[in-house]
């Protein structure tokens, strides 16, 4: 945090030796007056939850209780969550990506494929496997563990693999075949994530626009079974979480490890600081 | 209207932060319609909800359908309703000042449709997170605002490039740990009392016997919102950042970034922990660390000789005094608090928009790059002039009517602190003089250096340009009338918190 | 005192305001700019005198309080007292506006519209100063007082003088703090603060409190009223242009925070809550140390505006010892002082303005031969220092008349020993600089009388002053507003008053 | 449970062993490695503990994502710390 | 309790590996490991004794005592998102930084800075 002089190392040192132990004593001692342990008559077991357990599926259609909170009892917590990783995103297209000026400096190893004939066949095995797994994940959210964020970075841990493995999307020299066209340039990425941040908001505000409080999917007119009504806009929200973690996965993969430029040319074979 | 505004208010920022940067993706043109159209709606709702709460009483709104313990709770009385109104209207301002390209560090880099584009969604995305925290009544919703608001204050930090990256790294370490040290006070107090709402955790902590925990969850709080509100002497990172950040972020980041983080402080330790007995020390040590921060920020202000690096110490001194407000807790004390934030934000904001502004067009930060500035651009410089008395706490502007509430208040209180506390703010008024006052002679009365006089004719032509000139002589005006009308401030703020706190002490079981 | 709820004292008040924007808007035309002036000027004055009547039948115009603090709102009242101060400031403003264009256009000084803006202002807090009802209002109006009056000062923009500009600020600015300080302390103890005859305070905090209280108050105000350890601040501003000068001694600086130590000895504390707590004594002491102090410094001081500026700290005191004293005599005797002083004071300045304007000389060791060359200004010059020094037939004797007949009445003595010994030691500092101008050789070949813009003001002021010895009722009866204003404090402390009016 | 907290303990044990080496140690790569590794520590004490969602997302998001950046961050800067 | 303290054990040794390393990306691997301590914690809150995993099997009526709490589990499933955003956040300015200045020494780069 703010580090005095480089003379006052000795002092840091200092500092943080009658600091930290401090710290740890005092969370140890408040720890000691905490429930025990698992004691499933403590405060936390007993007062809010119950009803998460006991009501979720009857009120939010969804068997994993864990996503009924996440989706739709503290829906508000998810939009906000969402909006964190948009910013992840953004911060580092701003800070890397988008500016005119002076280029970042070459990459060495990243930007350029490995193309060994193993690691090309099992990617071609693997990268399907992966982008379907990752939309199992997504369309079962609500029931077997997993959700919009686990399938998102599932699916954007695909794109990177074949990043990784076959180059950047837009080889500069030598274009490989359409297989390495595939997955969204950095601004494909933004537009994904954008798109995702509005479909949830959107989501909420339709909720609004039938009546209800924002983010209130009881009103919004899909069909007459408020707990079915409740369970498909689950759906709908972890869609859009989906599109937003994905594309953030993929701007900050690109932007951080092959240093890509807002024109969608990898830095290596950059032509001149600004088109 | 009371059902929809508060959906609007904390949606259309997020919903502002993803389109722009769509726009700017897709048209490649710039999106500063677009991005000011927002900011104007935001404002509106904020004033429509601030309105509704003072008419007809606090709001209280269920996001999700879901009420109480369960679901997340929105509260707008005229406390958070007052702040809203204030983040979203210095938020126009921001983005006007926003087509302002040039940054301090001239390794900067250029301007691109898309670069602005992001830039203007990442100032809605830090004015969404903020009225995120302002409006939420649920402990770790306001942890999750707090960080969508931290990431994009590091991201606007950060645009300047050169060493802005470094300070926005060490800001975003410090943030980290803060939030890091709240989440785990929430840690504490939920596994005491069980639940996330204020309201319900405010009635359940009475009865909580737990001392030590329950200590060690105001502390890690307190901690953590302290070092988010670069409270001394946890304010190491402020200085640099709000020197190296880029002019238009600078202003709004100056203004109310810190501001709301003690407000948050003053909903926590004021109203929910207050019942606590732990609540009650650390205010009172909060009390303490106010005095000494007034006094080091007022002293260090002193001692620069870079304007914008004054200013930022002069901003850890006014937040020692809204910590002394929040401290003592007695409903003049609050309001005093509170209306200092709003005096302090508008005429920091200003302040910042204009040294900003000259230290790029005049390619330097001291003291005499303003001397002669006043006969070049007298409107601008006199809306400044009216900025640096409201800091010192001269009448009839804004500064001197929150100063007189917060000595009031710390006569009232009486007591070591109270005495100190009152001597503290005397002082710091008195360091203003020093350090405002060298500013303003030089501008008004000091010819400009021989060499530039010799060098060329004073160049003529305004000193701000008009993104930045605009949005400074706005913001004076709106500390005068700040001043003059405080009675609206008094009426509506006042009796909310007193009802506030009263209403929790009566739902205590 | 019965209370007429009506605008004029916001009139008053507003009309130098008022007329500070269209001041700085008419910079081109000069003309149309000292209009603005002589018209706030003349409304202000008409405004007062129409305030006059109704204040000497008992009762006092009062404006709408303007809600600005929980239980402090922003109100003026026309009590005698502020009329007094109010009527005085109007009068000298135009006096000295007539002179200042007189004296800018002679020296051709460069910023002249900022200084008649600033001019404005300063006037519109002095009466805002005058005519406060409360201590929150009288605060506000102090505080722009110093900042109308800090761009005067610096005037002439060279580097020594921001230096003594940044002394003035810092007594003052510091002083104003403090009584800030002091004005939320008396706020808290005595909510409203509204300033009452005869003190609002009595009882409200325990001794002990209320004499840090009133040391507090007394250091604000006092350092504005140039009192010993405070007073470092007036030489220094001599650096200003003369108009300035004369506007800092006799029209609103100086003044206001004399009328702020007889506001706070009569209007918040009250003379018998002073002789309680055993602060009149000390007061008057300290006054006393500060006339006989400057007198004899100013005996030394060669350079002419510093003198006088010495005089009047020495000056200034006398009021202050009235309102230590604290009788009805002594408090009428210090009011009128204030007007006594007021038109001696400003003939001086103007004189000493014009020997600066017509040949140059700063110091009174050159004024050799003057007397003859410019006889106008150096009659009315031999008038005020007459007056100053309490000569019979002039207002300066009234004044030390009645503050002698006060002390007596309190069996204080040694203060009218103080009197006599002040008015030998004035005598003693002004009589040379007219026997040096009359009868000391010089070369006087190319001078004379500047242009009447810088004569006729200091003439119409010794007339004015020489009316004033006489009748001190004549024009805008300043006697009886003053003896109204020491009635009205008398009529709160009876017991403690032995001594009845002539 | 007996056993159960046994082996809770062993797990919480050994990720507090990697990540003190992993802020020891002074080369990035094998930090970043030893990163991974806590992270899969943890994602296994959740699933222990039965938060089978924590632990899957902390598994992707925390163990792979995290690493894969750091990693890539070495190749962009160098492998030494300096 | 002794699950409590290793995650306070964790959170000492995150936020002192912060303040005392020298080099900004350890100085980042170390708030990671303050930032998992605290989802350790948060995590412990939430098991019961004698409960499963908090998704429901076949249906019948569920009762408190047979499941895990799932707040702990929703509120750390953001912790995690806001971790990784910030350790995101945080390597694209130190390679930004250390493409400006060529070091990531604080020391250093703090004398660059004044």
């Not at chain 3, 206001?256 to 918040?268: E, I, K």
Request: net charge neutral; hydrophobic share 55%.
């Amino acid at each position: 945090m703010g580090a005095p002089r480089h003379g006052g190392t000795r002092m840091r040192w200092l500092l943080g030796a009658a600091a930290f132990p401090a710290l740890f004593l005092g969370l140890v001692l408040g720890m000691a007056e905490l429930p025990e342990f698992g004691d499933p008559g403590s405060p936390a077991s007993t007062h809010v939850s119950p009803r998460f357990i006991e009501d979720a599926a009857a009120e939010t259609g969804a068997a994993n209780m864990v996503t009924a909170v996440l989706a739709d009892y503290r829906g508000y917590d998810t939009l906000g969550e969402t909006a964190v990783i948009f910013a992840a995103g953004l911060g580092c297209l701003v800070i890397l990506a988008a500016a005119g000026g002076r280029p970042n400096p070459p990459a060495p190893g990243m930007s350029h494929p490995f193309g060994s004939v193993i690691l090309d066949t099992a990617t071609r095995i693997l990268v399907p496997v992966v982008l379907l797994f990752a939309v199992y994940v997504l369309i079962h959210g609500h029931i077997s563990p997993g959700g919009g964020f686990q399938g998102g970075v599932l699916f954007g841990s695909g794109l990177i693999m074949m990043r990784l493995v076959w180059g950047p999307a837009h080889e500069g020299g030598t274009h490989r075949p359409d297989v390495t066209a595939f997955g969204p340039s950095l601004r494909g990425s933004l537009i994904l994530a954008c798109a995702g941040i509005l479909g949830y908001a959107g989501i909420g505000l339709a909720a609004m626009a039938f009546g209800g409080e924002f983010l209130n999917y009881g009103t919004l007119p899909l069909g007459s079974d408020p707990a079915h009504v409740r369970e498909l806009a689950t759906l709908g929200i972890e869609a859009a979480v989906f599109l937003t973690v994905a594309g953030t996965v993929g701007v900050l993969f690109d932007t951080i490890s092959i240093g890509m430029r807002e024109s969608g040319v990898p830095l290596g074979s950059d032509r001149g600081p600004r088109e | 209207m009371r059902d929809v505004l508060p959906g609007l208010l904390v949606a259309l920022p997020l919903v502002g932060a993803a389109l722009v940067p769509l726009l700017a993706a897709l048209f490649r043109r710039t999106t500063r319609a677009a991005a000011l159209a927002l900011h104007a709606a935001i404002f509106a709702a904020a004033l429509g909800l601030f309105w509704s709460a003072a008419v007809a009483g606090p709001i209280r709104y269920a996001v999700g359908g879901w009420p109480g313990p369960w679901g997340i709770e929105l509260w707008f009385d005229g406390l958070s309703t007052l702040i809203a109104v204030l983040v979203a209207g210095m938020a126009c301002f921001a983005s006007f000042a926003q087509t302002f390209g040039p940054d301090p560090d001239r390794t900067a880099p250029g301007s691109t449709p898309l670069r602005e584009g992001l830039l203007r969604g990442a100032l809605l995305l830090l004015v969404g997170g903020l009225l995120g925290i302002v409006a939420t009544r649920d402990v770790f919703n306001l942890f999750v605002f707090l960080e969508i608001s931290s990431l994009a204050a590091y991201t606007l930090v950060a645009s300047g490039g050169g060493r802005s990256t470094v300070a926005a790294f060490r800001y975003l370490l410090a943030g980290t740990a803060a939030g890091s040290l709240y989440l785990f006070g929430v840690g504490f107090l939920y596994a005491l009392t069980g639940t996330l709402n204020m309201d319900d955790l405010a009635a359940r902590l009475p009865s909580v016997e737990a001392d030590a925990a329950l200590t060690v969850a105001v502390v890690l709080i307190a901690v953590g919102l302290s070092i988010k509100a670069a409270l001394f002497p946890l304010h190491g990172w402020l200085p640099d950042t709000y020197v190296y950040t880029p002019t238009p972020a600078a202003g709004f980041i100056a203004a109310v970034m810190a501001k709301v983080s003690a407000y948050a402080l003053l909903r926590l330790l004021g109203e929910v922990l207050a019942g606590t007995d732990a609540g009650a020390v650390v205010l009172e040590i909060m009390i303490w660390l106010g005095v000494a921060g007034v006094v080091a920020g007022g002293v260090l202000a002193v001692a620069q000789r870079a304007v914008t690096r004054m200013l930022a110490w002069s901003s850890i001194s006014a937040m020692g005094m809204i910590l002394i407000g929040v401290g003592m807790g007695s409903a003049l004390a609050i309001t005093g608090a509170l209306f200092h934030m709003a005096a302090h934000a508008l005429a920091k904001g200003c302040l910042f928009f204009g040294a900003g502004g000259i230290r790029a067009l005049e390619d330097g930060d001291e003291v005499d790059r303003w001397a002669g500035l006043g006969s070049r651009a007298p409107w601008t410089l006199a809306a400044l002039t009216v900025a640096g008395l409201s800091m010192i706490g001269i009448p009839p502007t804004a500064g001197f009517f929150s100063k007189y509430y917060l000595l009031s208040a710390s006569i009232t209180a009486g007591g070591p602190a109270g005495i100190a506390a009152f001597a503290a703010i005397i002082l710091s008024s008195l360091l203003a003089t020093v350090y405002f006052l060298r500013v303003l002679e030089a501008a008004w009365f000091r010819a400009p250096a021989e060499a530039e006089r010799a060098s060329s004719a004073a160049p003529a032509g305004p000193v701000l340009p008009r993104p930045l000139a605009l949005p400074v002589v706005g913001l004076a005006l709106l500390i005068v009338l700040t001043g003059i009308f405080a009675r609206p401030f008094e009426r509506h703020v006042l009796p909310d918190w007193e009802t506030g706190t009263a209403r929790i002490a009566a739902e205590a079981p | 005192m019965t209370e007429i709820v009506s605008l004029r004292p916001l009139l008053a008040v507003g009309a130098g305001l008022a007329v500070v924007l269209p001041i700085l808007l008419s910079g081109r035309r000069p003309a149309l700019r000292e209009g603005w002036t002589f018209l706030a000027g003349a409304v202000q004055l008409g405004a007062a005198l129409s305030m006059l009547p109704a204040a000497l039948a008992g009762a006092a115009h009062v404006s709408p309080a303007l809600p600005l603090l929980p239980g402090m709102p922003l109100q003026f009242r026309a009590d005698p007292l502020g009329l007094l101060f109010l009527t005085l400031s109007s009068i000298l403003w135009l006096a000295t506006s007539s002179y200042s264009v007189g004296y800018l256009r002679s020296l051709g000084l460069k910023h002249q519209t900022g200084y008649f803006a600033a001019f404005a202002a300063a006037v519109a807090a002095a009466a805002g100063v005058a005519l406060a009802a409360n201590l929150l209002t009288f605060l506000i109006a102090y505080e722009v007082l110093t900042l109308a009056t800090w761009p005067l000062v610096v005037h002439k923009r060279t580097s020594g003088v921001l230096g003594s500009g940044r002394s003035y600020l810092a007594y003052t600015l510091i002083a104003g703090q403090l009584l800030l300080g002091a004005v939320v302390w008396a706020g808290t103890l005595a909510p409203g603060a509204q300033f009452t005859p005869g003190g609002f305070l009595a009882g409200a905090a325990s001794d002990g409190v209320l004499r840090v209280l009133f040391v507090l108050l007394l250091v604000g105000v006092g350092s504005k009223a140039a009192v010993f350890p405070l007073h470092g601040w007036l030489p220094a501003a001599m650096v200003a242009p003369t108009p300035v000068s004369a506007l800092l001694h006799a029209v609103a600086v100086v003044k206001a925070g004399a009328f702020g130590v007889l506001r706070l000895t009569g209007w918040v504390f009250g003379p018998d809550l002073m002789h309680d707590l055993g602060l009149s004594l000390p007061l008057a002491l300290l006054a006393a140390g500060t006339i006989l102090m400057a007198s004899l410094r100013a005996l030394g001081e060669d350079h002419f505006k510093r003198r006088l500026a010495y005089s009047t700290i020495s000056q200034l005191s006398y009021i202050v010892l009235g309102g230590a004293i604290g009788t009805p005599l002594a408090l009428a005797g210090a009011a009128f002082h204030i007007v006594a002083h007021g038109f001696l004071k400003i003939t001086l300045f103007f004189c000493a303005g014009s020997v600066y304007a017509a040949t140059g000389r700063e110091h009174i060791s050159q004024l050799g031969g003057l007397g003859r060359a410019m006889p106008f200004t150096f009659a009315a010059f031999g008038v005020g220092a007459l007056g100053m020094a309490g000569v019979p037939l002039l207002p300066g004797f009234i004044s030390k008349w009645n503050l002698a007949l006060g002390a007596l009445d309190d069996h204080q003595v040694w203060v009218v020993a103080v009197l006599v010994l002040s008015g030998l030691l004035n005598l003693a500092y002004y009589l040379p600089i007219l026997r040096v101008a009359v009868f000391e050789p010089g070369d006087r070949r190319d001078v004379g009388e500047p242009s009447a813009w810088l004569v006729a003001p200091p003439v119409f002021a010794a007339l004015a002053a020489i009316v004033l010895g006489l009748n001190p009722d004549a024009g805008a009866r300043f006697w009886s507003l003053a003896e109204s204003a020491a009635q009205s404090v008398a009529a709160h402390a009876p017991e403690f008053l032995t001594g009845g009016l002539p | 449970m007996a056993e159960g907290h046994l082996i809770s303990i062993g797990l919480l044990a050994a990720m507090v062993v990697s990540a003190a080496c992993a802020l020891a140690v002074k080369d990035l790569l094998t930090a970043a490695a030893l990163f991974g590794a806590f992270s899969f520590l943890t994602a296994t004490w959740f699933a222990l503990l039965g938060a089978v969602d924590v632990a899957f997302t902390e598994a992707c998001v925390g163990g792979a994502l995290t690493t894969i950046l750091f990693v890539s961050t070495a190749f962009r800067t160098s492998r030494r710390f300096d | 309790m002794t699950t409590y303290a290793f995650a306070a054990v964790l959170f000492t040794l995150g936020i002192a590996g912060m303040a005392l390393l020298p080099n900004l990306l350890r100085k980042l691997l170390a708030m990671n490991v303050m930032q998992v301590a605290v989802i350790v914690f948060f995590v412990s809150l939430a098991f019961k004794d004698g409960a499963t995993v908090p998704i429901l099997g076949q249906g019948g009526d569920p009762q408190a005592a047979e499941f895990m709490n799932p707040l702990p589990h929703t509120l750390m499933l953001t912790a995690i998102v806001v971790s990784v955003s910030t350790t995101g956040l945080a390597l694209g300015l130190l390679v930004r930084i250390r493409s400006r200045f060529e070091t990531l020494n604080e020391r250093q780069l703090l004398d660059k800075l004044r």
